[in-house]
């Protein structure tokens, strides 16, 4: 409809179950719809001995299309509970090639873009700045 992008919420236990979600009653989404969607971030809420009651990010992956009658999905990160981190999967983005595609940049600038957003990020956190 000429947007350029949305963000929303729904309850899931993973990237793959948020399909089967979207896809079912009372949302019905069509299969052929759901590409549409980019991203899905799984946050999840648990306590952690040291810190309390946390959330996390725990996997964020990418559709990256259809294939016969089945949603492919690209895992791109996962959380390490040992470190409390998010690790990279080692699994190429088609979103960051679209991205590239449209804008004119390589993938090394995306890269540099990407790195730079998050030495602010981790800057913001770490001075306590939650909103701007």
């Known amino acids: 409809t000429g947007h350029d992008g949305c963000m929303g919420t729904i309850h899931a236990n993973s990237a ?3 399909i ?9 989404v069509p299969r052929i719809m759901i590409p549409a969607l980019d991203i899905i971030i799984m946050q999840v809420r648990f306590h952690s001995r040291k810190k309390g009651t946390i959330r ?9 299309g259809i294939e016969g009658e089945s949603i492919q999905l690209n895992k791109l990160y996962k959380y390490d509970p040992a470190k409390d981190e998010l690790v990279p999967t080692g699994v190429p983005s088609r979103t960051l090639n679209t991205l590239a595609h449209h804008t004119g940049m390589s993938m090394k600038e995306i890269e540099l873009e990407i790195e730079k957003r998050k030495i602010i990020l981790e800057w913001m956190i770490e001075n306590g700045i939650r909103s701007i």
């Open 16 to 18: 793959r179950e948020t």
């Open 56 to 64: 996390r990010v725990t996997e964020i992956a990418e559709v990256s």
């Open 20 to 28: 089967v979600r979207l896809e079912s009653p009372p949302m019905n």
